[in-house]
């Protein structure tokens, strides 16, 4: 099992470009999520899907951020207009989301977002 | 609204020795998890408790949701136990984690 599969790893992008990040969920799991980490605020949860549905996504900024699952094996975190502030680890986690420990989350390695 | 508080926020260790790690929840959590953070960045899955303890090998882990804190044990620490330890705790009403602030490892020889 390779785990939970973010690419890429680094990215690095301008004011106001987009950026889109992308995950592969460990083969099963149902359940997605995206978290972010920084220095200042540490780890915040962003968004969550079940069996690809959008249940959760009250931890993402209203504007500039959206998150798609459209199939079982992969979802992306696209970031319209990037700020210096968006600079941060975006992290990828799955999980089975059902049975005794179905809801431990597996966390990708991340991708390190840098806007200049 | 809800909240994690992990504590110590730093820790120094000789090999050898050991400690314990805290995290007290502020609203009734259904489980915790406890993640050690290499220098790669990589969060490590070490434990998931929905109560009662668990150990592996130098590590022990306990959660107790009626009081509503768990801890982590380190016992005869290695120098690659070094790393910041996250707890991550899900609440009754929903699946998302809620994460401590983290305690920064130091294991010296």
């Known amino acids: 099992n390779a785990g939970v599969i973010q690419t890429p790893r680094h990215k690095v992008t301008g004011k106001g470009q987009e950026a889109t990040l992308w995950c592969e969920p460990i083969s099963g799991h149902s359940a997605v999520f995206w978290y972010r980490q920084t220095i200042v605020q540490g780890l915040e949860f962003l968004t969550y899907f079940r069996n690809q549905a959008p249940i959760d996504d009250s931890g993402m900024p209203k504007e500039r951020f959206s998150a798609q699952m459209p199939n079982q094996s992969h979802s992306t975190l696209k970031i319209q207009s990037t700020q210096p502030q968006d600079s941060a680890v975006y992290l990828c986690a799955s999980s089975l989301d059902w049975g005794l420990g179905g809801r431990e989350q597996y966390f990708g390695p991340g991708t390190r977002l840098t806007v200049l | 609204g809800d909240q994690v508080e992990q504590s110590p926020s730093a820790l120094s260790l000789h090999e050898g020795t050991g400690s314990a790690l805290r995290c007290n929840f502020t609203?009734?959590?259904?489980?915790v998890q406890w993640f050690q953070q290499n220098s790669r960045g990589s969060l490590i899955n070490l434990f998931y408790?929905?109560?009662?303890?668990k150990e592996n090998g130098r590590l022990k882990s306990t959660f107790n949701s009626k009081e509503s804190y768990s801890t982590l044990h380190i016992r005869d620490a290695q120098l690659e136990d070094s790393g910041t330890y996250f707890c991550?705790?899900?609440?009754?009403?929903?699946?998302?984690?809620?994460w401590g602030s983290g305690t920064k490892l130091i294991i010296k020889p």
């Open positions: 609203t009734t959590m259904r489980a």
């Open positions: 991550a705790a899900g609440p009754d009403s929903n699946y998302q984690l809620i």
């Open positions: 408790l929905a109560s009662g303890t």
